[in-house]
């Protein structure tokens, strides 16, 4: 399981600033999973040292480009621009509705954002 959660959240971080193209569900969970994982344990080692109250702001910043180009990557798989991430903006109702877009399955086949990455793996 940590080598596969490993191998995702690496390819996540190769691909930084790569927006086009389709993403897995797979891969988009499980760098979410990982990235919560990081996030809680700065979390909770910045309550005891100051340091990592430094450290967890440093990572968010890190981390925002490559999770905004797999949402976008992942919104392509489900035949949708990566604009809908805008949508996060919008109080409750926006992270409601790009949750309901991660989860939905890929488009079969290709679609207008290239082949479907389930076919070519």
């Known amino acids: 399981m940590f080598a596969d959660l490993k191998f995702w959240y690496v390819d996540a971080i190769q691909k930084y600033a790569v927006f086009q193209g389709r993403e897995r569900r797979t891969a988009f969970w499980m760098f979410a999973l990982a990235n ?14 100051p340091l990592f109250s430094s450290l967890t702001v440093l990572y968010d910043l890190l981390i925002l480009v490559p999770a905004l180009a797999l949402g976008a990557r992942r919104l392509h ?5 990566g604009w809908w991430l805008v949508a996060s903006l919008v109080p409750l109702i926006g992270p409601l509705l790009l949750i309901w877009f991660f989860v939905q399955e890929s488009d079969a086949g290709d679609n207008a954002y290239g082949p479907n990455p389930k076919a070519t793996s």
């Open 36 to 49: 919560a994982v990081i996030s809680v344990g700065l979390l909770l080692l910045s309550r005891g040292i």
């Open 77 to 81: 798989d489900t035949g949708r621009s």
